[in-house]
């Protein structure tokens, strides 16, 4: 099947439905177990809104380099147990 999709020059398109159907069932169950407040479109809404809030943000030149540093200040006091 797999084979079929490549052939027929559709595989990306078959792994990025797959993808969205695995998440929307991902998204489903949280809802279930974790929402109560909200209808399962709201609660969709919401995600995408912040999903798209997350695409467009950009951190800063400054940012970018706190968080380099910050990384490399726990790196360096790293102690790995023996």
């Not at 998440?23 to 709201?42: I, Q, S």
């Amino acid at each position: 099947m797999v084979s079929w999709y490549i052939q027929s020059c559709i595989f990306l398109q078959f792994v990025g439905d797959f993808s969205e159907a695995y998440n929307k069932e991902l998204r489903w169950e949280v809802y279930l177990h974790k929402v109560w407040d909200k209808t399962f479109e709201e609660y969709e809404e919401g995600v995408n809104e912040e999903v798209q809030r997350i695409e467009t943000s950009h951190m800063s030149e400054t940012e970018q380099e706190n968080v380099i540093a910050d990384s490399m200040s726990i790196l360096q006091s790293f102690q790995p147990s023996e």
